[in-house]
Protein backbone atom coordinates (compact mmCIF):
# COMPACT_ATOMS: atom_id res chain seq x y z
CA UNK A 1 0.00 0.00 0.00
CA UNK A 2 1.10 3.55 -0.66
CA UNK A 3 1.77 6.38 1.89
CA UNK A 4 -0.68 7.48 0.28
CA UNK A 5 -3.29 5.25 0.44
CA UNK A 6 -2.68 4.38 3.66
CA UNK A 7 -3.74 8.10 4.90
CA UNK A 8 -6.61 7.90 3.04
CA UNK A 9 -7.61 5.12 4.37
CA UNK A 10 -6.47 7.14 8.23
CA UNK A 11 -9.09 9.21 6.85
CA UNK A 12 -12.01 7.24 6.04
CA UNK A 13 -12.37 5.70 8.95
CA UNK A 14 -10.89 8.62 11.39
CA UNK A 15 -13.78 10.25 9.54
CA UNK A 16 -16.87 7.44 9.28
CA UNK A 17 -16.20 5.92 13.01
CA UNK A 18 -17.34 9.19 14.63
CA UNK A 19 -19.91 9.73 12.38
CA UNK A 20 -20.88 6.45 12.69
CA UNK A 21 -21.31 6.71 16.46
CA UNK A 22 -22.90 10.47 16.21
CA UNK A 23 -25.57 9.02 13.77
CA UNK A 24 -26.65 6.45 15.93
CA UNK A 25 -26.70 8.69 19.56
CA UNK A 26 -28.74 10.46 16.86
CA UNK A 27 -31.08 8.68 15.44
CA UNK A 28 -31.68 7.27 19.00
CA UNK A 29 -32.44 10.70 20.66
CA UNK A 30 -34.73 11.85 17.58
CA UNK A 31 -38.34 10.61 17.42
CA UNK A 32 -41.79 11.81 18.45
CA UNK A 33 -40.26 11.92 22.69
CA UNK A 34 -36.96 13.79 21.45
CA UNK A 35 -33.84 12.76 24.28
CA UNK A 36 -30.94 14.36 25.32
CA UNK A 37 -27.83 11.97 24.62
CA UNK A 38 -27.50 12.16 28.40
CA UNK A 39 -30.52 10.45 28.81
CA UNK A 40 -29.62 7.86 26.16
CA UNK A 41 -25.99 7.32 28.08
CA UNK A 42 -27.94 7.18 31.19
CA UNK A 43 -29.79 4.45 30.36
CA UNK A 44 -26.89 2.41 28.21
CA UNK A 45 -25.40 2.60 31.96
CA UNK A 46 -28.27 1.30 33.38
CA UNK A 47 -28.52 -1.47 30.95
CA UNK A 48 -24.65 -2.14 30.42
CA UNK A 49 -22.74 -1.69 33.68
CA UNK A 50 -23.04 -3.52 37.27
CA UNK A 51 -24.88 -1.76 39.17
CA UNK A 52 -22.83 -1.85 42.38
CA UNK A 53 -20.22 0.70 39.86
CA UNK A 54 -23.09 3.36 39.22
CA UNK A 55 -23.34 3.31 43.11
CA UNK A 56 -20.11 3.28 44.11
CA UNK A 57 -20.05 6.55 41.77
CA UNK A 58 -22.55 7.98 43.14
CA UNK A 59 -25.14 7.40 40.25
CA UNK A 60 -28.88 8.80 40.28
CA UNK A 61 -31.26 5.74 39.37
CA UNK A 62 -34.14 7.78 40.52
CA UNK A 63 -33.14 9.91 37.43
CA UNK A 64 -33.60 7.03 34.79
CA UNK A 65 -37.34 6.88 34.19
CA UNK A 66 -38.99 3.53 33.34
CA UNK A 67 -40.19 5.50 29.79
CA UNK A 68 -36.87 6.56 29.05
CA UNK A 69 -35.55 2.85 29.39
CA UNK A 70 -38.77 2.30 27.15
CA UNK A 71 -37.86 4.52 24.18
CA UNK A 72 -34.06 3.98 24.30
CA UNK A 73 -33.52 0.57 25.56
CA UNK A 74 -36.59 -1.51 23.68
CA UNK A 75 -37.27 0.77 21.10
CA UNK A 76 -34.79 2.55 19.28
CA UNK A 77 -31.41 1.21 20.34
CA UNK A 78 -32.58 -2.00 18.94
CA UNK A 79 -33.84 -0.41 15.56
CA UNK A 80 -31.02 1.35 15.10
CA UNK A 81 -28.69 -1.82 15.86
CA UNK A 82 -30.80 -3.84 12.89
CA UNK A 83 -29.85 -0.43 11.09
CA UNK A 84 -26.56 -0.60 11.53
CA UNK A 85 -26.04 -4.39 10.80
CA UNK A 86 -28.18 -4.60 7.78
CA UNK A 87 -26.71 -1.88 5.91
CA UNK A 88 -23.37 -2.99 7.06
CA UNK A 89 -24.48 -6.98 5.44
CA UNK A 90 -25.83 -5.52 2.54
CA UNK A 91 -23.36 -3.57 1.58
CA UNK A 92 -20.75 -6.09 2.09
CA UNK A 93 -22.60 -8.42 0.19
CA UNK A 94 -22.72 -6.04 -2.74
CA UNK A 95 -19.07 -5.49 -2.60
CA UNK A 96 -18.52 -9.60 -3.25
CA UNK A 97 -20.96 -9.29 -5.98
CA UNK A 98 -19.56 -6.80 -7.74
CA UNK A 99 -15.77 -8.27 -7.78
CA UNK A 100 -17.15 -12.00 -8.38
CA UNK A 101 -19.16 -10.83 -11.54
CA UNK A 102 -16.13 -8.05 -12.27
CA UNK A 103 -19.44 -5.86 -12.88
CA UNK A 104 -19.86 -2.75 -10.86
CA UNK A 105 -23.39 -2.92 -11.63
CA UNK A 106 -23.89 -6.68 -10.10
CA UNK A 107 -26.14 -6.55 -6.97
CA UNK A 108 -27.14 -9.31 -4.63
CA UNK A 109 -30.37 -9.63 -6.31
CA UNK A 110 -28.18 -11.27 -9.54
CA UNK A 111 -28.26 -14.61 -8.17
CA UNK A 112 -31.65 -14.90 -7.43
CA UNK A 113 -30.99 -14.36 -3.69
CA UNK A 114 -32.88 -11.33 -3.02
CA UNK A 115 -35.95 -12.50 -4.75
CA UNK A 116 -35.23 -16.01 -2.94
CA UNK A 117 -35.60 -13.93 0.21
CA UNK A 118 -38.30 -11.78 -0.59
CA UNK A 119 -40.94 -15.17 -1.57
CA UNK A 120 -39.70 -16.64 2.08
CA UNK A 121 -40.89 -13.67 3.40
CA UNK A 122 -43.98 -13.48 1.80
CA UNK A 123 -44.61 -16.95 2.72
CA UNK A 124 -44.79 -16.37 6.07
CA UNK A 125 -47.55 -13.28 5.98
CA UNK A 126 -49.79 -15.13 3.55
CA UNK A 127 -49.68 -18.48 5.45
CA UNK A 128 -50.68 -16.43 8.31
CA UNK A 129 -47.28 -17.67 10.23
CA UNK A 130 -45.86 -14.22 10.28
CA UNK A 131 -48.59 -12.82 12.08
CA UNK A 132 -48.05 -15.63 15.35
CA UNK A 133 -44.45 -14.63 16.24
CA UNK A 134 -41.82 -12.67 15.03
CA UNK A 135 -39.70 -15.39 14.03
CA UNK A 136 -41.11 -17.03 10.48
CA UNK A 137 -40.37 -14.22 8.17
CA UNK A 138 -36.82 -13.88 8.74
CA UNK A 139 -36.48 -17.51 9.52
CA UNK A 140 -38.45 -17.98 6.14
CA UNK A 141 -36.64 -15.12 3.93
CA UNK A 142 -33.47 -16.75 5.14
CA UNK A 143 -34.14 -20.15 3.48
CA UNK A 144 -35.59 -18.87 0.90
CA UNK A 145 -32.37 -16.91 -0.11
CA UNK A 146 -30.30 -20.17 0.42
CA UNK A 147 -32.85 -21.61 -1.48
CA UNK A 148 -32.50 -19.76 -4.66
CA UNK A 149 -28.90 -19.53 -4.62
CA UNK A 150 -28.83 -23.45 -4.03
CA UNK A 151 -31.16 -23.96 -7.06
CA UNK A 152 -29.64 -21.77 -9.29
CA UNK A 153 -25.80 -22.36 -8.77
CA UNK A 154 -27.16 -26.34 -9.34
CA UNK A 155 -28.28 -25.36 -12.68
CA UNK A 156 -25.35 -23.12 -13.82
CA UNK A 157 -22.67 -26.13 -12.72
CA UNK A 158 -21.65 -28.80 -15.01
CA UNK A 159 -18.83 -31.31 -13.99
CA UNK A 160 -17.54 -29.33 -11.50
CA UNK A 161 -18.01 -26.11 -13.12
CA UNK A 162 -19.74 -22.98 -12.74
CA UNK A 163 -19.47 -20.27 -15.83
CA UNK A 164 -19.91 -16.74 -14.17
CA UNK A 165 -22.20 -15.79 -17.46
CA UNK A 166 -24.64 -19.27 -17.06
CA UNK A 167 -25.32 -18.04 -13.34
CA UNK A 168 -25.84 -14.54 -14.03
CA UNK A 169 -28.51 -16.03 -16.62
CA UNK A 170 -29.82 -18.41 -14.40
CA UNK A 171 -30.21 -16.28 -11.55
CA UNK A 172 -31.53 -13.43 -13.69
CA UNK A 173 -33.94 -15.76 -14.98
CA UNK A 174 -34.93 -17.71 -11.74
CA UNK A 175 -34.97 -14.01 -9.94
CA UNK A 176 -37.62 -13.04 -12.80
CA UNK A 177 -39.48 -16.05 -11.79
CA UNK A 178 -39.90 -16.40 -7.87
CA UNK A 179 -40.54 -12.30 -8.35
CA UNK A 180 -43.88 -13.58 -9.91
CA UNK A 181 -44.78 -16.64 -7.65
CA UNK A 182 -44.51 -13.40 -5.28
CA UNK A 183 -46.62 -11.06 -7.15
CA UNK A 184 -49.15 -13.91 -7.40
CA UNK A 185 -49.27 -14.45 -3.96
CA UNK A 186 -49.84 -11.22 -3.27
CA UNK A 187 -52.48 -10.90 -5.82
CA UNK A 188 -54.35 -13.94 -4.66
CA UNK A 189 -54.47 -12.30 -0.95
CA UNK A 190 -55.02 -8.60 -1.76
CA UNK A 191 -58.80 -9.16 -0.49
CA UNK A 192 -57.15 -9.75 2.85
CA UNK A 193 -55.95 -6.07 2.85
CA UNK A 194 -54.33 -6.77 6.46
CA UNK A 195 -52.15 -9.57 4.50
CA UNK A 196 -51.73 -7.18 1.57
CA UNK A 197 -50.74 -3.97 3.68
CA UNK A 198 -47.73 -5.92 5.41
CA UNK A 199 -46.63 -7.78 2.27
CA UNK A 200 -46.29 -4.67 0.38
CA UNK A 201 -44.46 -2.45 3.49
CA UNK A 202 -42.03 -5.79 3.87
CA UNK A 203 -41.10 -5.09 0.08
CA UNK A 204 -40.85 -2.02 0.88
CA UNK A 205 -38.09 -2.42 3.58
CA UNK A 206 -38.60 -1.38 6.41
CA UNK A 207 -36.99 -1.33 10.29
CA UNK A 208 -40.04 -0.26 12.36
CA UNK A 209 -41.03 -2.29 14.98
CA UNK A 210 -37.27 -4.14 15.05
CA UNK A 211 -36.81 -5.20 18.42
CA UNK A 212 -33.60 -7.57 19.99
CA UNK A 213 -34.77 -10.86 18.90
CA UNK A 214 -34.48 -9.31 15.37
CA UNK A 215 -30.81 -8.21 16.08
CA UNK A 216 -29.76 -11.26 17.52
CA UNK A 217 -31.38 -13.12 14.22
CA UNK A 218 -29.22 -11.09 12.20
CA UNK A 219 -25.63 -9.59 13.94
CA UNK A 220 -24.47 -13.29 13.87
CA UNK A 221 -25.07 -14.14 10.39
CA UNK A 222 -23.86 -10.70 9.40
CA UNK A 223 -20.85 -11.17 11.53
CA UNK A 224 -20.22 -14.75 9.95
CA UNK A 225 -20.94 -13.45 6.22
CA UNK A 226 -17.88 -10.68 7.01
CA UNK A 227 -15.65 -12.72 8.50
CA UNK A 228 -15.85 -15.19 5.71
CA UNK A 229 -15.58 -12.38 2.98
CA UNK A 230 -12.69 -11.01 4.61
CA UNK A 231 -10.86 -14.61 5.08
CA UNK A 232 -12.09 -14.80 1.04
CA UNK A 233 -10.71 -11.25 0.07
CA UNK A 234 -7.60 -11.99 -1.84
CA UNK A 235 -9.24 -14.78 -3.86
CA UNK A 236 -12.03 -11.98 -4.53
CA UNK A 237 -9.43 -9.97 -5.72
CA UNK A 238 -7.58 -12.29 -7.70
CA UNK A 239 -11.04 -13.34 -9.18
CA UNK A 240 -11.13 -9.65 -10.57
CA UNK A 241 -8.10 -10.65 -12.86
CA UNK A 242 -10.30 -12.87 -14.59
CA UNK A 243 -10.73 -16.90 -13.84
CA UNK A 244 -7.96 -18.51 -15.75
CA UNK A 245 -5.31 -15.60 -14.45
CA UNK A 246 -6.75 -16.44 -10.65
CA UNK A 247 -6.22 -20.11 -11.13
CA UNK A 248 -2.66 -19.75 -12.62
CA UNK A 249 -1.67 -17.94 -9.29
CA UNK A 250 -2.82 -20.72 -7.15
CA UNK A 251 -6.66 -19.65 -6.72
CA UNK A 252 -9.15 -23.19 -6.24
CA UNK A 253 -11.32 -20.89 -8.51
CA UNK A 254 -14.55 -23.49 -8.23
CA UNK A 255 -14.54 -23.97 -4.18
CA UNK A 256 -13.68 -19.83 -4.08
CA UNK A 257 -16.58 -18.96 -6.18
CA UNK A 258 -19.17 -21.32 -3.74
CA UNK A 259 -17.57 -19.89 -0.43
CA UNK A 260 -18.31 -16.35 -1.66
CA UNK A 261 -21.72 -17.32 -3.26
CA UNK A 262 -22.85 -18.55 -0.12
CA UNK A 263 -21.42 -15.46 1.82
CA UNK A 264 -23.35 -13.58 -0.37
CA UNK A 265 -26.61 -15.61 0.53
CA UNK A 266 -26.16 -15.52 4.31
CA UNK A 267 -25.45 -12.06 4.14
CA UNK A 268 -28.32 -10.65 1.60
CA UNK A 269 -31.12 -13.17 3.33
CA UNK A 270 -29.87 -12.42 7.43
CA UNK A 271 -30.67 -8.37 5.96
CA UNK A 272 -33.35 -8.84 3.56
CA UNK A 273 -35.16 -11.28 7.06
CA UNK A 274 -35.13 -8.39 9.33
CA UNK A 275 -35.41 -5.59 7.32
CA UNK A 276 -37.32 -6.70 3.79
CA UNK A 277 -36.19 -5.32 1.13
CA UNK A 278 -34.15 -2.34 1.00
CA UNK A 279 -32.20 -1.62 -2.49
CA UNK A 280 -29.36 0.63 -3.24
CA UNK A 281 -27.21 0.23 -0.34
CA UNK A 282 -25.19 -2.65 -2.30
CA UNK A 283 -24.75 -0.48 -5.24
CA UNK A 284 -23.94 2.81 -4.34
CA UNK A 285 -22.28 1.80 -0.85
CA UNK A 286 -19.09 -0.41 -2.28
CA UNK A 287 -19.16 1.45 -5.49
CA UNK A 288 -18.51 4.56 -3.72
CA UNK A 289 -15.83 3.19 -1.64
CA UNK A 290 -14.07 1.74 -4.23
CA UNK A 291 -13.95 5.35 -5.78
CA UNK A 292 -12.43 6.56 -2.78
CA UNK A 293 -9.64 3.88 -1.53
CA UNK A 294 -9.53 1.57 -3.89
CA UNK A 295 -10.26 -1.85 -5.42
CA UNK A 296 -8.18 -3.53 -3.31
CA UNK A 297 -11.32 -6.42 -1.21
CA UNK A 298 -8.89 -6.19 2.08
CA UNK A 299 -9.97 -2.32 1.79
CA UNK A 300 -13.20 -2.14 0.24
CA UNK A 301 -15.10 -4.84 2.26
CA UNK A 302 -14.59 -3.77 5.76
CA UNK A 303 -15.16 -0.15 4.64
CA UNK A 304 -18.05 -1.22 3.17
CA UNK A 305 -19.71 -2.41 6.09
CA UNK A 306 -18.57 0.66 7.73
CA UNK A 307 -20.29 2.73 5.47
CA UNK A 308 -23.40 0.67 4.69
CA UNK A 309 -24.35 0.67 8.42
CA UNK A 310 -23.89 4.57 8.39
CA UNK A 311 -25.61 5.49 5.23
CA UNK A 312 -28.67 3.30 6.75
CA UNK A 313 -28.53 4.78 9.85
CA UNK A 314 -29.37 7.86 8.28
CA UNK A 315 -31.84 6.75 5.84
CA UNK A 316 -33.74 5.03 8.71
CA UNK A 317 -33.83 8.08 10.89
CA UNK A 318 -34.97 10.41 7.51
CA UNK A 319 -37.75 7.71 6.94
CA UNK A 320 -39.17 7.81 10.60
CA UNK A 321 -38.65 11.98 10.66
CA UNK A 322 -39.04 13.17 7.10
CA UNK A 323 -43.44 13.36 7.33
CA UNK A 324 -44.57 12.26 10.55
CA UNK A 325 -46.34 10.57 12.24
CA UNK A 326 -46.38 8.71 8.90
CA UNK A 327 -43.05 6.55 8.18
CA UNK A 328 -41.91 6.85 4.89
CA UNK A 329 -41.03 3.13 3.91
CA UNK A 330 -36.94 2.77 4.16
CA UNK A 331 -36.26 1.13 0.94
CA UNK A 332 -38.12 4.27 -1.10
CA UNK A 333 -35.73 6.57 1.18
CA UNK A 334 -32.39 4.82 0.30
CA UNK A 335 -33.55 4.82 -3.20
CA UNK A 336 -34.54 8.45 -3.48
CA UNK A 337 -30.84 9.36 -1.27
CA UNK A 338 -29.21 6.99 -2.91
CA UNK A 339 -29.75 7.55 -6.80
CA UNK A 340 -28.71 11.53 -7.05
CA UNK A 341 -26.18 10.79 -4.71
CA UNK A 342 -24.34 7.90 -6.77
CA UNK A 343 -25.14 10.08 -9.87
CA UNK A 344 -23.03 12.85 -8.45
CA UNK A 345 -20.31 10.58 -7.65
CA UNK A 346 -20.18 8.86 -11.23
CA UNK A 347 -20.24 12.06 -13.28
CA UNK A 348 -17.38 13.15 -10.18
CA UNK A 349 -15.53 10.54 -11.49
CA UNK A 350 -15.53 10.47 -14.54
CA UNK A 351 -15.11 14.33 -14.76
CA UNK A 352 -11.79 13.76 -12.77
CA UNK A 353 -11.06 10.76 -14.87
CA UNK A 354 -11.21 13.08 -18.57
CA UNK A 355 -9.31 15.65 -16.67
CA UNK B 1 12.29 -28.67 -12.32
CA UNK B 2 10.99 -29.52 -15.17
CA UNK B 3 7.47 -29.64 -17.17
CA UNK B 4 6.56 -32.07 -19.86
CA UNK B 5 3.19 -33.26 -21.87
CA UNK B 6 3.36 -37.13 -22.37
CA UNK B 7 1.06 -37.37 -25.45
CA UNK B 8 -1.75 -35.30 -24.05
CA UNK B 9 -4.79 -35.27 -25.81
CA UNK B 10 -7.48 -32.46 -25.12
CA UNK B 11 -10.85 -32.04 -26.15
CA UNK B 12 -13.24 -28.74 -26.01
CA UNK B 13 -16.69 -28.51 -26.86
CA UNK B 14 -16.84 -32.13 -28.51
CA UNK B 15 -14.11 -31.43 -30.52
CA UNK B 16 -9.88 -32.51 -30.39
CA UNK B 17 -8.00 -29.58 -31.01
CA UNK B 18 -5.22 -31.32 -29.67
CA UNK B 19 -4.12 -35.21 -29.92
CA UNK B 20 -1.13 -37.11 -28.47
CA UNK B 21 1.44 -33.96 -28.37
CA UNK B 22 4.82 -34.71 -26.21
CA UNK B 23 6.83 -31.56 -25.57
CA UNK B 24 9.55 -31.25 -22.68
CA UNK B 25 10.08 -28.03 -21.51
CA UNK B 26 13.65 -28.34 -19.48
CA UNK B 27 15.25 -26.06 -17.27
CA UNK B 28 17.42 -23.41 -18.84
CA UNK B 29 15.75 -24.12 -22.13
CA UNK B 30 14.06 -21.28 -23.87
CA UNK B 31 11.66 -23.37 -26.02
CA UNK B 32 9.01 -21.73 -28.36
CA UNK B 33 5.74 -22.87 -29.71
CA UNK B 34 4.83 -22.57 -32.83
CA UNK B 35 2.29 -22.95 -35.34
CA UNK B 36 -0.34 -21.44 -37.54
CA UNK B 37 -3.57 -19.75 -35.78
CA UNK B 38 -5.73 -22.44 -34.37
CA UNK B 39 -3.26 -24.99 -34.24
CA UNK B 40 -3.07 -25.49 -30.46
CA UNK B 41 -0.09 -23.84 -29.08
CA UNK B 42 -2.41 -22.30 -26.95
CA UNK B 43 -3.97 -25.17 -25.96
CA UNK B 44 -1.16 -26.82 -25.51
CA UNK B 45 0.47 -24.26 -22.90
CA UNK B 46 -3.09 -23.80 -20.96
CA UNK B 47 -2.59 -27.89 -20.59
CA UNK B 48 1.16 -27.70 -19.71
CA UNK B 49 -0.08 -24.91 -16.89
CA UNK B 50 -2.86 -27.32 -15.96
CA UNK B 51 -5.53 -24.89 -16.61
CA UNK B 52 -7.43 -27.07 -19.08
CA UNK B 53 -7.79 -30.81 -18.68
CA UNK B 54 -6.46 -33.46 -20.16
CA UNK B 55 -9.00 -35.92 -22.13
CA UNK B 56 -5.68 -38.22 -22.57
CA UNK B 57 -1.93 -38.49 -21.60
CA UNK B 58 -0.77 -36.62 -18.43
CA UNK B 59 1.31 -33.78 -17.64
CA UNK B 60 4.17 -34.58 -15.35
CA UNK B 61 5.67 -31.85 -13.05
CA UNK B 62 9.39 -33.98 -12.08
CA UNK B 63 7.65 -36.96 -12.93
CA UNK B 64 4.79 -35.94 -10.87
CA UNK B 65 1.27 -35.90 -12.30
CA UNK B 66 -0.01 -32.36 -12.38
CA UNK B 67 -3.48 -33.90 -11.71
CA UNK B 68 -2.37 -34.79 -8.35
CA UNK B 69 -1.18 -31.56 -7.69
CA UNK B 70 -3.40 -28.73 -5.86
CA UNK B 71 -3.62 -25.24 -7.61
CA UNK B 72 -1.67 -23.96 -5.33
CA UNK B 73 1.38 -26.07 -5.58
CA UNK B 74 1.40 -25.65 -9.14
CA UNK B 75 1.26 -22.27 -8.77
CA UNK B 76 4.10 -22.49 -6.88
CA UNK B 77 6.16 -24.16 -9.70
CA UNK B 78 4.29 -23.08 -13.20
CA UNK B 79 3.42 -19.47 -14.32
CA UNK B 80 0.99 -19.14 -17.16
CA UNK B 81 1.03 -15.27 -18.64
CA UNK B 82 -1.97 -15.10 -20.84
CA UNK B 83 -2.35 -13.61 -24.55
CA UNK B 84 -4.94 -10.74 -23.10
CA UNK B 85 -3.09 -8.07 -21.13
CA UNK B 86 -6.44 -6.14 -20.42
CA UNK B 87 -6.70 -4.78 -16.73
CA UNK B 88 -10.04 -3.24 -16.26
CA UNK B 89 -9.60 -2.77 -12.52
CA UNK B 90 -7.50 0.28 -11.17
CA UNK B 91 -5.22 -2.24 -8.60
CA UNK B 92 -1.85 -0.30 -8.22
CA UNK B 93 1.18 -1.87 -9.80
CA UNK B 94 2.33 -3.05 -6.64
CA UNK B 95 -0.75 -4.70 -5.68
CA UNK B 96 -1.00 -6.61 -8.84
CA UNK B 97 2.19 -8.05 -8.31
CA UNK B 98 2.19 -9.26 -4.92
CA UNK B 99 -1.08 -10.75 -6.41
CA UNK B 100 1.35 -13.59 -7.35
CA UNK B 101 2.28 -13.91 -3.94
CA UNK B 102 -0.82 -15.40 -3.27
CA UNK B 103 0.17 -19.25 -3.95
CA UNK B 104 2.64 -19.22 -1.06
CA UNK B 105 0.78 -16.95 1.42
CA UNK B 106 -1.51 -18.56 3.90
CA UNK B 107 -5.06 -17.73 4.63
CA UNK B 108 -4.79 -15.70 7.17
CA UNK B 109 -1.22 -14.13 7.10
CA UNK B 110 -0.02 -11.11 5.96
CA UNK B 111 2.83 -10.16 3.67
CA UNK B 112 5.99 -11.44 5.14
CA UNK B 113 9.53 -10.14 4.32
CA UNK B 114 10.04 -12.90 1.60
CA UNK B 115 6.72 -11.73 0.00
CA UNK B 116 8.14 -8.04 -0.51
CA UNK B 117 11.46 -9.39 -1.49
CA UNK B 118 10.17 -11.40 -4.01
CA UNK B 119 7.49 -8.54 -5.27
CA UNK B 120 10.11 -6.41 -5.41
CA UNK B 121 12.64 -8.35 -7.26
CA UNK B 122 10.62 -9.17 -9.95
CA UNK B 123 9.76 -5.76 -10.28
CA UNK B 124 13.33 -4.84 -10.75
CA UNK B 125 13.54 -7.97 -13.22
CA UNK B 126 10.90 -6.79 -15.24
CA UNK B 127 12.06 -2.86 -15.37
CA UNK B 128 8.36 -1.81 -13.98
CA UNK B 129 9.68 -0.95 -10.53
CA UNK B 130 9.20 3.00 -11.34
CA UNK B 131 5.97 1.84 -12.03
CA UNK B 132 4.93 0.41 -8.62
CA UNK B 133 2.00 3.03 -7.55
CA UNK B 134 0.59 3.68 -11.03
CA UNK B 135 -2.95 2.16 -11.12
CA UNK B 136 -2.28 -0.41 -13.23
CA UNK B 137 -5.27 -0.22 -15.98
CA UNK B 138 -3.53 3.32 -17.43
CA UNK B 139 -0.46 1.44 -18.60
CA UNK B 140 0.64 1.04 -21.87
CA UNK B 141 0.86 -2.32 -23.58
CA UNK B 142 4.32 -2.81 -23.38
CA UNK B 143 3.92 -1.89 -19.35
CA UNK B 144 0.90 -4.25 -19.00
CA UNK B 145 2.65 -7.01 -20.37
CA UNK B 146 5.75 -6.63 -18.22
CA UNK B 147 3.86 -5.75 -14.97
CA UNK B 148 1.79 -9.50 -16.10
CA UNK B 149 4.95 -10.55 -16.24
CA UNK B 150 6.23 -9.48 -12.95
CA UNK B 151 3.40 -10.33 -11.12
CA UNK B 152 3.75 -14.29 -12.43
CA UNK B 153 7.67 -13.91 -11.39
CA UNK B 154 6.92 -13.06 -8.13
CA UNK B 155 5.80 -16.30 -7.05
CA UNK B 156 9.08 -17.46 -8.08
CA UNK B 157 7.87 -20.29 -10.51
CA UNK B 158 10.56 -22.72 -11.62
CA UNK B 159 8.55 -23.20 -15.34
CA UNK B 160 7.50 -19.68 -17.05
CA UNK B 161 4.78 -19.95 -19.86
CA UNK B 162 4.18 -17.07 -21.66
CA UNK B 163 0.89 -17.38 -24.57
CA UNK B 164 2.03 -15.28 -27.67
CA UNK B 165 3.57 -12.31 -25.20
CA UNK B 166 4.64 -9.92 -28.43
CA UNK B 167 1.37 -10.20 -30.14
CA UNK B 168 0.10 -6.35 -29.48
CA UNK B 169 3.60 -4.64 -28.65
CA UNK B 170 5.57 -2.90 -31.09
CA UNK B 171 9.01 -3.81 -32.12
CA UNK B 172 11.04 -2.71 -29.06
CA UNK B 173 8.77 -3.77 -26.42
CA UNK B 174 8.64 -7.00 -28.15
CA UNK B 175 12.39 -7.14 -28.12
CA UNK B 176 12.36 -6.56 -24.20
CA UNK B 177 10.44 -9.64 -23.81
CA UNK B 178 12.02 -11.37 -26.10
CA UNK B 179 15.59 -10.37 -23.92
CA UNK B 180 13.77 -11.09 -20.61
CA UNK B 181 12.49 -14.51 -21.77
CA UNK B 182 15.98 -15.46 -22.84
CA UNK B 183 17.19 -14.10 -19.21
CA UNK B 184 15.05 -16.05 -17.48
CA UNK B 185 16.31 -19.25 -19.06
CA UNK B 186 19.88 -18.07 -18.37
CA UNK B 187 18.99 -17.81 -15.44
CA UNK B 188 17.87 -21.79 -14.99
CA UNK B 189 14.38 -21.38 -15.49
CA UNK B 190 12.04 -23.60 -17.99
CA UNK B 191 10.83 -20.81 -20.75
CA UNK B 192 8.05 -21.93 -22.62
CA UNK B 193 6.62 -19.08 -24.94
CA UNK B 194 3.87 -19.41 -27.82
CA UNK B 195 5.35 -17.28 -30.56
CA UNK B 196 4.51 -16.16 -34.32
CA UNK B 197 7.73 -14.49 -35.40
CA UNK B 198 9.90 -16.71 -36.94
CA UNK B 199 12.98 -14.90 -36.92
CA UNK B 200 12.65 -14.01 -33.17
CA UNK B 201 12.26 -17.97 -32.35
CA UNK B 202 15.93 -18.27 -34.66
CA UNK B 203 17.48 -15.23 -32.99
CA UNK B 204 15.56 -16.08 -29.22
CA UNK B 205 14.87 -19.94 -28.90
CA UNK B 206 16.95 -23.19 -27.83
CA UNK B 207 13.81 -25.70 -28.83
CA UNK B 208 11.23 -25.07 -31.04
CA UNK B 209 7.98 -27.20 -31.13
CA UNK B 210 6.16 -26.97 -34.34
CA UNK B 211 2.56 -27.56 -33.99
CA UNK B 212 0.36 -28.32 -37.10
CA UNK B 213 -3.83 -28.85 -36.60
CA UNK B 214 -3.31 -30.67 -33.12
CA UNK B 215 -0.54 -32.47 -33.64
CA UNK B 216 3.28 -32.00 -32.99
CA UNK B 217 4.79 -31.71 -36.11
CA UNK B 218 8.40 -31.67 -34.79
CA UNK B 219 10.64 -30.84 -31.78
CA UNK B 220 14.18 -30.36 -31.21
CA UNK B 221 16.94 -27.60 -31.83
CA UNK B 222 15.81 -24.64 -33.54
CA UNK B 223 18.14 -25.25 -37.06
CA UNK B 224 16.92 -29.13 -37.32
CA UNK B 225 12.97 -27.93 -36.97
CA UNK B 226 12.61 -24.96 -38.73
CA UNK B 227 13.81 -25.73 -42.38
CA UNK B 228 11.92 -24.46 -45.05
CA UNK B 229 10.45 -27.17 -46.02
CA UNK B 230 8.53 -28.22 -42.31
CA UNK B 231 8.00 -23.78 -42.95
CA UNK B 232 6.33 -24.93 -46.43
CA UNK B 233 4.43 -27.93 -45.29
CA UNK B 234 2.65 -26.09 -42.03
CA UNK B 235 2.75 -22.46 -42.73
CA UNK B 236 2.01 -23.01 -46.53
CA UNK B 237 4.72 -20.23 -47.36
CA UNK B 238 8.09 -20.54 -48.96
CA UNK B 239 10.96 -19.11 -46.34
CA UNK B 240 14.37 -18.46 -47.98
CA UNK B 241 16.96 -18.31 -45.11
CA UNK B 242 19.57 -15.54 -45.55
CA UNK B 243 22.81 -15.26 -43.66
CA UNK B 244 22.65 -11.99 -41.33
CA UNK B 245 25.70 -10.09 -41.00
CA UNK B 246 26.24 -11.74 -37.36
CA UNK B 247 26.21 -15.69 -39.45
CA UNK B 248 22.59 -15.82 -37.85
CA UNK B 249 20.49 -16.97 -40.75
CA UNK B 250 17.01 -15.44 -40.69
CA UNK B 251 14.18 -16.34 -43.03
CA UNK B 252 11.98 -14.16 -45.96
CA UNK B 253 8.81 -15.33 -46.36
CA UNK B 254 6.54 -15.41 -49.81
CA UNK B 255 3.49 -16.76 -50.27
CA UNK B 256 3.55 -19.90 -52.41
CA UNK B 257 1.43 -19.16 -54.87
CA UNK B 258 3.50 -15.91 -55.96
CA UNK B 259 6.61 -18.08 -55.28
CA UNK B 260 5.59 -20.56 -57.92
CA UNK B 261 4.62 -18.25 -60.12
CA UNK B 262 8.29 -16.76 -60.14
CA UNK B 263 9.85 -20.02 -60.58
Known amino acids: MTSRARLRLGLFYSLLLPALVVAAVVAVGIGSTPLPWQTILRVCAVKLLPHQWLAAIGFDFSSVTATDQLVVWIIRIPRVLVAAVVGAGLATSGAIMQGLFRNPLAEPGLMGIGPGAALGGVLAFVTGWGAKSVLPVPLLSMAGALAALVLVYAMSTRGGVTPMSTLLLAGVASGSFVSAVTSLLLTLNVANWQIAQEVIFWMMGGLDARTWTHFWLCAPFVGLGLCSGLLSARDLDLLMQGEETAASLGVDVESAKRVLAVTVAILTGSAVAVAGMVGFVGLLVPHAVRLLLGPSHRVVLPASAVGGALFLIVCDLVARTIHPPTEIRLGVITALCGGPFFIVLLLRHYREASL | ?263
Open chain 2, 1 to 263: MRLEAAGISVDRGGRRILNSASLKLEPGKFTAIIGPNGSGKSTLLRALAGLWPVSGGRVLLDNRPLRQLSRREIARHVAFVPQDTRIDFAFTVAELVSMGRHSHRGRFSSETAADRRAVDAALERCDVAHLRDRAANELSGGERQRVLLARSLAAQPDIVLLDEPTASLDIEHALDILELCRELARDGHAVGVALHDLNAVVRYADVVCLIDAGRVAGVGAVPEVLQPEAIRRVFGVEATPVAGADGVHHFVFERLDRHDMRH
